[in-house]
C-alpha cells in the first residue's frame, strides 16, 4: 500500500485565490513528520513546511499552511493567495519513527499546480 | 552561500558506458542521498549515507554505486548494468539526530541522464 497519497494529478487555480492540495498518509508510527516540497519546472526540490505529529497547531510558513488532520491522516497544503511563481509540483512527504531509523521519507506521487493570471 | 552543487545539469550515456554523476555540500550535513525521479513519478531512493566510508542501499539500488569518501562528496555512478537509466537525478542532504527531528532534506538542481 502507498504509504503517501496525492490523488489529484494536477490542479488549476486563479491567481490571488486559495488553492489545497491533497496528502493522505498511512503509518502505524506514533511519531512521524510531513513535508512539503515544491518542485519548479527547473527541477530543484524546495523545502515549504513541515509538521510534526505531535505538534498541536497546524504548521505555518508565510503564505503557505498545513491543514494537519490526525485522525484523518490528512496534511493538505493550502496555498494562500496564489501568485504565478507558484505554478510547480508539490509534493508530500513523510518519514517515520524516531527509533534507529534512517529518517529516510517518502515521497507522494505529486499535484501540478497551474496559477492562471 | 550554502547548498549542494550538482554537476553536470545535463549528461548523455552510451551503451555499455559507467557514467558518473557528481553531488557536492557546504551544509556540513552528515547525511546525503540519492534519488532518481521519471516523469509522473516521486522520488525513488537510490542509495544515502549517514556517515563518511559508510552507506545503504535504497529501494533501486541495481546497476548504481556510490562511494563516501568525504563528507561533502557523494558521487553516483550509473553503471551498465542499469538498464533503463534514463531519469532525472536527485541529491539531496541533511542532518542526522533522532527524537523526531525535522531531519530536512535539502536538494541539488539535479541532472538529467539520457541514453545516446
Known amino acids: 500500500a502507498q504509504k503517501i497519497t496525492q490523488t489529484q494529478p494536477g490542479m488549476f487555480v486563479q491567481e490571488k485565490e486559495a488553492v489545497t492540495l491533497d496528502c493522505t498518509y498511512d503509518t502505524s508510527d506514533q511519531s512521524y513528520g510531513l513535508f512539503w516540497y515544491k518542485q519548479p519546472s527547473s527541477g530543484e526540490m524546495i523545502f515549504l513546511i513541515y509538521q510534526g505529529s505531535y505538534d498541536e497547531q497546524n504548521a505555518t510558513e508565510g503564505r503557505y499552511s498545513l491543514n494537519f488532520q490526525k485522525a484523518r491522516k490528512s496534511a493538505n497544503l493550502v496555498i494562500s493567495a496564489s501568485q504565478l511563481g507558484d505554478s510547480a509540483m508539490y509534493f508530500c512527504?513523510?518519514?517515520?519513527?524516531?527509533?534507529?531509523?534512517?529518517?529516510?521519507?517518502?515521497f507522494g506521487r505529486g499535484t501540478s499546480l497551474i496559477v492562471h493570471p | 552561500d550554502g547548498g549542494i552543487t550538482q554537476s553536470p545539469k545535463y549528461l548523455f550515456r552510451k551503451e555499455g558506458q559507467n557514467v558518473t554523476l557528481s553531488c557536492e555540500q557546504n551544509l556540513n550535513h552528515d547525511a546525503m542521498y540519492w534519488y532518481r525521479q521519471d516523469p509522473g513519478q516521486g522520488l525513488r531512493l537510490i542509495y544515502y549515507?549517514?556517515?563518511?566510508?559508510?552507506?545503504q542501499k535504497g529501494d533501486i539500488a541495481e546497476g548504481y554505486s556510490v562511494s563516501r569518501e568525504k563528507k561533502e562528496s557523494f558521487p553516483l555512478t550509473v553503471t551498465s548494468a542499469q538498464k533503463n537509466p534514463t531519469a532525472f537525478y536527485l541529491c539531496?542532504?541533511?542532518?542526522?539526530?533522532?527524537?523526531?527531528?525535522?531531519?530536512?532534506?535539502?536538494f541539488g538542481a539535479g541532472t538529467r541522464l539520457s541514453v545516446l
Open positions: 549515507s549517514q556517515i563518511v566510508n559508510d552507506f
Open positions: 539531496a542532504s541533511s542532518i542526522v539526530r533522532s527524537g523526531g527531528a525535522k531531519n530536512i532534506q535539502y
Open positions: 512527504a513523510m518519514r517515520e519513527g524516531i527509533s534507529g531509523g534512517s529518517y529516510i521519507p517518502t
